[in-house]
């Protein structure tokens, strides 16, 4: 009786290990979005709420799931004001707190950013003990250092998407 071709390719080095990886990457890469999107509409619904400015958050999932795999840029969340009388408040603003508001998540972004850099130093630290340099130990590491980059990267790009964009946080200012 001759094997599959499945049955083969389950008898690889390393295939489970790697179906195991990607099964993560699909869940984590996705939540790793989600997550740094809700601390940083937070921080802007944190702010507007210091100058009596009700704000909510709008999630969406199919935008925060597929958004991480397409290249067109999508908004997995927005914070928008709650009632017309907040839009009504939030427009008559100074642009100096207007700024404060709309810079506020960015602001969350880069503490993120300073976190995720602290994490990778650390990660890297555990090669220089002897316990972590087993193979498995090593592998670990390794996917941890590539989900951290993976994080880096995406909050570094949400950012530069969010000053530079034309419905990013700063542009928002102007138009």
């Given amino acids: 009786?001759?094997?599959?071709?499945?049955?083969?390719?389950?008898?690889?080095?390393y295939f489970k290990e790697f179906i195991v990886i990607l099964v993560i990457?699909?869940?984590i890469f996705p939540l790793i979005?989600?997550?740094?999107?809700?601390?940083?509409?937070?921080?802007h619904i944190k702010k507007a709420k210091e100058f009596g400015i009700s704000f909510v958050y709008n999630f969406n999932l199919k935008n925060a799931y597929f958004s991480k795999w397409i290249l067109k840029t999508h908004a997995s969340g927005t914070?928008?004001?709650?009632?017309?009388?907040?839009d009504i408040k939030y427009n008559n603003l100074d642009?100096?707190?207007?700024?404060?508001?709309?810079?506020?998540?960015?602001?969350?972004?880069?503490?993120?950013?300073?976190a995720i850099?602290?994490?990778?130093?650390?990660?890297?630290?555990?090669?220089?003990?002897?316990k972590f340099r087993q193979t498995k130990w090593v592998y670990l590491i390794i996917y941890l250092d590539i989900v951290l980059f993976y994080w880096l990267w995406y909050i570094i790009t949400s950012s530069s998407?969010?000053?530079?964009?034309?419905?990013?946080?700063?542009?928002?200012?102007?138009?």
């Fill in 79 to 86: 914070s928008i004001p709650a009632t017309k009388e907040d």
């Fill in 1 to 13: 009786m001759t094997k599959s071709n499945i049955s083969k390719l389950m008898e690889q080095p």
């Fill in 117 to 130: 850099l602290l994490g990778i130093l650390l990660t890297n630290l555990l090669l220089l003990f002897k």
């Fill in 161 to 175: 998407l969010n000053l530079f964009y034309p419905t990013g946080d700063l542009q928002k200012l102007f138009y």
């Fill in 25 to 27: 990457a699909l869940t």
């Fill in 33 to 43: 979005g989600i997550i740094s999107t809700y601390y940083h509409e937070m921080a």
């Fill in 95 to 114: 642009l100096k707190y207007k700024k404060d508001i709309n810079l506020a998540g960015i602001k969350s972004d880069y503490n993120f950013i300073n």
